[in-house]
């Protein structure tokens, strides 16, 4: 039997009382010399510098409430921010957090969120937190994540740093979000195609990669401590996030094909896996996660094995049309 | 005639080109060490501390399209947000961005928008840019800022170190905001009580303090280098903020029915001021732009002249329903 606090929503119990059920289950941030609170945190920063990305999770565009448990979004937006700052090559410190929900949300859509974050955290950045946010009420289920990160007093790791001859290297998985975002468009819809609750939990095995990805954060300052010449995030997709990095290198990348799994197009065209991919000077011992996937050589584009490779990839604005689910 | 440029929207050119069309128009940070263009920007952070807030406007419950321009909307977004750096006593140093729009959004309103947090960063915040930002698709526009300040090496300035005798005073304009709202909703609608964007634009001098506020965002260093003992943005309204400082620094606030302006109860009501309360030690002389309001006392709760004071104010859950317009 559903408890009485079922029946909560944000706008029954009002914004200061949601508040108070949310700040005990976030993570409290190592790095937090000011908590929620006040008007604004305050966060160690202790080379005198920090690193910030941030990043919006929009209901339709980017997630289906029917494929994705509230637990999922919050992770999900932990996730995929915390890698933008690994890929810099530094150390997650802390997150700010946004959320804009209906009015008639429950409010354990909210709490789902924060154990999300919280678990996210605890599992791919031990030590990072959540040190403020904002509340807001909106037709449009939205999570916007500002992430921050300490470089513990290196040089950021750019995309721009790779050179003739550097290994190509990548840690983390490659297609296996767009796999599983593929099992869910086919299998987890109803026969009109409509998203299906029901159908989503029974494939989870097989849909985690896209709905609650573990991206190898910790790998970001492995890379740099190993001497990472250039380092990006694969949110794209392999083949137009490679180029992004080859362009601003000014080099081109011949990727090995036996390096790239069972499904190479997969690997090379799939987004959202939020694997790192770095380079290294040539003759350079790979840190683990690492494992070569190619070179870079002179020219500029993508090849495979010598071949060249058109570089296309994922395409929110193409791909997955707005309509709610 | 609209040049062939007015009709590009989000999906016709896509977010790479939007991205290339708003980049230029944005304001730079002095304290930007690592700009757009990269997975996560770097910024300084002199005194091994940063400030942060963060801060949505959604279409609907924030603002109407039919009164604010895009302009207003990024002025306001930046504004509103470097306010909260304010109340701290940190000089405002750098903001990330992240909007989501209809796909069928012109460019244009993006453009605005980035014109809007240029110019407010501008005439509020001499320095302070926008050092990263995300753009997504949404059915709701949505705006989030993230803002970051500097303490210089000093104490934040808390809600909670208020004393018995200091006096309370204020930065900036009381109930203007709300008077403002109240004039877009009764005269800025057609007969049937929706916005109308002709009427509204003929009211903007009597508009503006709603629209694009200007929030005194330099009083806030001033306020700290002046020994304030505690200090908040006035966002919900002096009635209910004021509320929540006493409550945090265990006084109570006699506030001067004479120092309220002409219409004191709007004073107190108003939310969206967005200037400035501080308390200073007893017998300070009050730094420019604060005047005295009231006197902290025993005790708990609001007084006025010494008669007690209900604490109501601006709740956007209440005031302003989620219909679009």
Redesign the interface.
């Known amino acids: 039997m559903p408890s009485p606090l079922d029946h909560d929503t944000l ?1 029954s119990i ?2 200061g009382a949601v508040l108070l059920r949310i700040f005990p289950r976030l993570p409290r941030a190592a790095s937090g ?2 908590g929620p ?20 999770m ?1 209901h ?3 997630f289906r409430l029917a494929w994705s448990t509230p637990h999922d979004l919050g992770w999900k937006a932990a996730a995929s921010n915390l890698s ?2 690994a ?2 090559g ?1 150390v997650p410190t ?1 997150l ?3 959320i ?1 929900a209906p ?1 008639d949300s429950p409010v354990s859509l909210l709490e789902g969120i924060a154990d999300g974050l919280r678990d996210a955290c605890a599992a791919l950045a031990p030590g990072c937190g959540v ?4 509340l ?5 289920l ?1 999570i ?1 994540v ?4 300490d ?1 513990e007093g290196r040089a ?1 790791v ?2 721009s740093g790779a050179r003739l001859g550097d290994i190509v290297a990548v840690a983390g998985v490659l297609g296996e979000a767009a796999a599983a975002l593929s099992v869910l468009f086919t299998e987890a819809v109803d026969p009109l195609g409509r998203p299906d609750a029901r159908l989503a939990a029974a494939l989870r095995a097989r849909t985690a990669a896209q709905l609650a990805p573990t991206p190898p954060i910790a790998a970001g300052r492995v890379a740099a401590l190993a001497g990472a010449t250039a ?3 694969l949110s794209d997709g392999l083949a137009i996030d490679s180029a992004r990095l080859a362009r601003a290198s000014g080099v081109g990348i011949d990727f090995t094909l036996a390096s790239l799994g069972a499904d190479p197009a997969r690997a090379l065209g799939g987004g959202e896996d939020h694997a790192l991919l770095a380079t290294f000077p040539a003759g350079a011992q790979l840190p683990q996660p690492f494992r070569r996937i190619g070179i870079c050589v002179a020219g500029e584009g993508l090849t495979v094995d010598g071949e060249p490779h058109d570089s296309a990839g994922w395409d ?2 193409r791909d997955w049309a ?1 309509s709610a689910g």
Chains 1, 2 share one sequence.
């Open positions: 706008a009002g914004e010399l000011l609170g006040d008007d604004a945190a305050v966060i160690s920063a202790p080379d005198g510098r920090f690193v910030v990305t941030t990043d919006m929009i339709g565009p980017d933008d700052i890929a810099m530094a802390a700010v957090v946004a804009a009015a040190v403020g946010g904002d807001s009420v909106s037709p449009t939205t916007a500002t992430a921050f990160g470089l950021p750019l995309r380092m990006l995030d929110p604005y707005g």
